[in-house]
Nanobody
Framework: QVQLVESGGGLVQTGGSLRLSCAAS????????LGWFRQAPGKEREFVAA????????VYADFVKGRFTISRDNTKNVVYLQMNSLKPEDTAVYYC??????????????????WGQGTQVTVSS
């Protein structure tokens, strides 16, 4: 059974930083990459960033460019999301997800077939 476990969320002030981690485990783990999504209260889940296994393809949502960095450590099967210059509007539950197809856009959550339980990020003003 494939599992994705996020960690690293918490409470931070505006302008602060957090690093989220997503640890992937399980037999038969086949994926086209890992992505981060977020869902704020009362809003739909939205794409944040994604990375393929080699790290050669990285995609960001426009609203995080220059502030967030996605990276991976394949020796540990971990994907990171470094979040800098955080704003109150970044407050959300952040989910990592495994991409199960190459036929959809990286930002389309339909293409992701495994999801973690989420980690809360709260940015105070």
């Amino acid at each position: 059974q494939v599992q994705l476990v996020e960690s690293g969320g918490g409470l931070v002030q505006t302008g602060g930083s957090l690093r989220l981690s997503c640890a992937a485990s399980g037999r038969g783990f086949v994926t086209y990459g890992l992505g981060w999504f977020r869902q704020a209260p009362g809003k739909e889940r939205e794409f944040v960033a994604a990375i393929n296994w080699s790290g050669s393809n990285i995609v960001y949502a426009d609203f995080v460019k220059g502030r967030f960095t996605i990276s991976r450590d394949n020796t540990k099967n971990v994907v990171y999301l470094q979040m800098n210059s955080l704003k109150p509007e970044d407050t959300a539950v952040y989910y990592c997800a495994s991409r199960g197809t190459s036929s959809t856009r990286w930002s389309n959550e339909i293409g992701y077939d495994r999801w973690g339980q989420g980690t809360q990020v709260t940015v105070s003003s």
